[in-house]
């Protein structure tokens, strides 16, 4: 703890007399973790509110992540992954606009989605007809991951007259359609649509009205909107964040707060109370799934690890996996309820603005900025 004072204090006082951050060792990272030796940590960042706030990167992320690479080659040398509640795209996808907006190379495997872990229940759905919500590209992300027979809940609402009576005041709609952006947005009275096994919150909801409106009728019926009551299918949340950082100077509603209101509108029309199931963090699982990206990456870096992974059952090979965040009752409350090897660190660019550490959630450490929490790390680990 009385490193972390130190550093706290040593941190303050390079912001405030730009002073070069006192770097206690000039070993890199390739040196201290040759080909023989395992690296011992791996890191964490959270997106919105860290390293971005809406496509504008803060904190100084441009420059912290690119010390996390082989200064001549431009490779990689600290194994670090993104670990974001947000999505709506493709990861493949992410990972360019991501390394454009930031100047560096970041792999699809390096970005972790809050719908990342919808992957997992393909074998369930595969070719059962499931609806994909949200920004973005909600129905090419499900494609990507294999499931077969998925439509974007814009699409499923155009098979149904009169579905959204609002429909006609909503004048991004009708543009979009008159512009033929959007073709496959044009009613068509003749479909009709199979049973729905599965509703994806993939993202933020753009119309809350028409998705409520549309996502009730569909779990009502056991997925055949207009028809008679029956079991609700199942219902998946990509996160549930009440609220995040964007452009915005306060905070905005994440998809935590659609539930809420899809939820408590649901319960009140329905009988039985909304089931659903929700993904992203603070769930433990995201945290040991970034653990075996992270490890996998470390593997790709250093083929020779492979024996020792298998050796040792692949486990415990980071001393230290560090999370770098901004919400403390998602990114710091996730890490702390992993445990061991994490250790949070919580920025004040986001939705934390306070002066001492969060009272309920609080972190390992506290910094003002993602470019004070890496150079934290770095000095910590002993690289240049
Ligand atoms: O919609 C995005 C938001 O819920 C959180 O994103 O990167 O802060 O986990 P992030
Ligand atoms: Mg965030």
Not at 183 to 205: L, T
Not at 284 to 296: D, Q
Request: glycine share 8%.
């Amino acid at each position: 703890m009385n490193f972390l004072r130190s550093f706290a204090k040593a941190s303050k006082s390079r912001i405030n007399n730009r002073t070069p951050f006192l770097l206690v060792t000039s070993r890199s990272f390739s040196q201290l973790h040759s080909q023989s030796e395992r690296p011992s940590f791996g890191i964490a960042f959270d997106i919105d509110g860290v390293v971005l706030r809406g496509s504008a990167p803060i904190g100084g992320s441009p420059l912290a992540l690119k010390r996390l690479y082989h200064e001549c080659a431009g490779t990689l040398k600290i194994p670090f992954v993104f670990l974001t509640n947000g999505g709506g795209i493709r990861e493949s996808k992410r990972a360019s606009e991501l390394s454009m907006l930031l100047g560096i190379n970041v792999l699809p495997s390096q970005v972790i989605q809050g719908h990342s872990p919808f992957k997992r229940l393909v074998s369930r759905f595969e070719n059962e007809l499931v609806i994909a919500v949200g920004k973005g590209e909600p129905a090419a992300v499900m494609s990507d991951y294999g499931f077969k027979n998925v439509l974007s809940i814009d699409e499923y609402s155009s098979y149904f007259d009169n579905i959204d009576p609002l429909a006609q005041y909503k004048k991004w709609t009708s543009k979009e359609v008159e512009n033929n952006t959007f073709k496959e947005m044009a009613p068509r009275n003749d479909a009709s649509p199979q049973r729905v096994h599965a509703a994806f919150i993939v993202s933020d909801s753009v119309d809350w009205s028409r998705d409520i409106q549309v996502l009730c009728d569909v779990l009502r019926t056991g997925g055949l909107p207009g028809r008679e009551i029956a079991h609700q299918p199942p219902l998946y949340f990509a996160s549930d964040d009440l609220e995040y950082q964007a452009l915005f100077p306060s905070e905005r509603l994440g998809m935590g707060a659609f539930r809420i209101a899809l939820e408590s509108i649901f319960n009140r029309i329905h009988p039985n109370a909304l089931e659903y199931t929700s993904f992203g963090k603070p769930n433990p699982s995201v945290y040991k799934n970034a653990e075996t990206v992270l490890m996998r990456l470390v593997t790709s870096l250093y083929p020779n690890l492979q024996v020792l992974n298998l050796a040792n059952g692949g486990d415990n090979i980071f001393k230290t996996l560090y999370m770098i965040g901004d919400n403390p009752s998602v990114d710091i409350k996730g890490a702390r309820q992993a445990g061991h090897p994490w250790f949070s660190i919580l920025t004040r660019t986001g939705v934390f603005k306070g002066k001492e550490n969060h009272a309920e959630y609080p972190a390992d450490l506290v910094v003002d900025t993602v470019q004070d929490a890496v150079n934290y790390i770095l000095t910590k680990e002993h690289v240049s």
